[in-house]
């Protein structure tokens, strides 16, 4: 089952302000001035969007043209039933007349519907000393410096990579057994690690923070004729191949409005007092500044380590550690669809699986249609992650298949033991890899059977593979998790999960294994005034849609207490 929204409810003619309280749908007068949300509108999936009117009105009980304005707010697919499978639709609508009546024979849920429209606070009258600095080009530094800069704050972004169309050619090159380039690659450069991370834009969260930054970047070509919309679709998808335009698009606005960004500008240390900060010091000399956002991603190891001899307040954090597991996209596609005839319709299918036990296991980062790539910062380090292009069309499908890390499993009680846990299997993987970057990798089944795996087993991952034991670049826990979590998941699947899988790893870097503390309210370090830590790198957050919104928090935050800049 995938996304399902909303559940049936008995219907009646009761008050509006029952309706709202109760979620009873209703039928009764209508005040023209209040919105109205229908929730779990099911259709078969031939059903075209332009035919959505006629089944609004109809679920509403009145003609179409009695609609005023309406909005698709949520489209997801339900696949349980393969026999029958559904698009579930969440809508706004506006009438234009004052009355409605739901048939008896409607699943939807109809309540009054009000979500305030986005909007940024006036300036505040703070002073700032210099121009805003921003470290880091991913999704919270990029967006963060978006609306700083349109709101006449001139932020100043640092990139320690290379700009996305040069980091494009470097990526490819270490893809085809080139060497490894420290400052440009899946995880450094503009756009940061979410540039080669398949273009989900897949959000827990809801309200107007997060359609404010999907419609950004839907301005930003990241809407494509003929694709589901990514304001409204369930789990919306770019595309590592479309998501480079999105990235230097946003970059190009920043310029735009006065915003500034380095390239190839490395951090080397953060210089403040008990007054607050006082600048950065980089590869390319000083930069002063009164203020300093911490974007700096989950990878910035040396970062990291920096702001630990700085003192910044930071904690040890739980994160997601396991592997890779790969199968063909007719495998995934047969066991989400049953029937192949939906594949030209539907495209090719993703997954989501939990297997519960000691330490839940669970799947993260689907890339259907992708290819599993090397996600590598450092140099003699190896790990895993998945890509996929806009089309899909890659014969395999992969996962991440990862378990929560504990703290007590962090071999160590100083605030950086997790980086150093994921070290540790790193280092290990890179030598299973013979010091070439191949990614170790195993059949499922023989890791749940603990047996060796013979032959070459395929893979979608470009450097070459070598086959090894994967609980030997797995935390015991971690291989505990997939050992048991495994067989689940195949019974799932009525036995097509394990069957020709193959897994590799470790799968490391699905988020950040410390916490930058900042203040709830005024999002600053505690103690020193002046610096944001935002995104993953900073603990807060866990994806493309996630770290972005979170950058976007800290901009209104900023903009609340700080005067805009004159032209300097």
Known sequence: MIGIIGNSVGHGIVPVAHAIASGTAVATSYNSSMALRITNLRLPIEELEESLPRHVARTLGVKTTDLGGWRILRKALDSRNKNRLQFVYNFEVELSETGYRVPNSSSATIEAYSEPPFAMPPAGTAPIANRPVVIGSGPAGLVCAYFLALHGYKPIVLER?????????DVKTFDDGGAFHPESNYLFGEGGAGTFSDG????RNTGSEVLRVLELFAECKGQQAGRPNILYYHR????????PAVV????RKIEAFGGEVRFLTKVDDLLFDDSGVKGVQTSSGFIPSSLVVLAIGHSARDTYEMLARRRVPMAQKPFQFGVRIEHTQATVNRA???NREYEQTLGSADYSLVAHGKNDLFTFCMCAGGYIIPSVSQEGYFCTNGMSLSKRDSPYANSGLVVTVPLEAFEGKDVLAGMRLQEKYERKAYELGKGAYDAPIQRAADFVQRRVTTGKPYSSYPRGTVVADLRDVLPPLVADAVRHGLPQMD???NGQFLKDAVI????????????????NTTRESPGIPGLFP??????YAGGIVSAAVDGLKTARAIVAKFAALEVR
């Open 161 to 169: 990579g290379t700009r996305v169309t040069e980091r494009i050619r």
């Open 200 to 203: 989900k834009l897949t959000c």
């Open 236 to 243: 919306p998808h770019l595309g590592s191949n479309r998501l």
């Open 248 to 251: 230097k698009a946003i970059r």
């Open 336 to 338: 989400q669809y049953g």
């Open 491 to 493: 019974q799932r699947w």
């Open 504 to 519: 590799a790893g470790p799968e490391s870097r699905g988020s950040s294994p410390v916490r930058i503390e900042r203040d």
């Open 534 to 539: 935002v995104g993953e790198g900073a603990g």
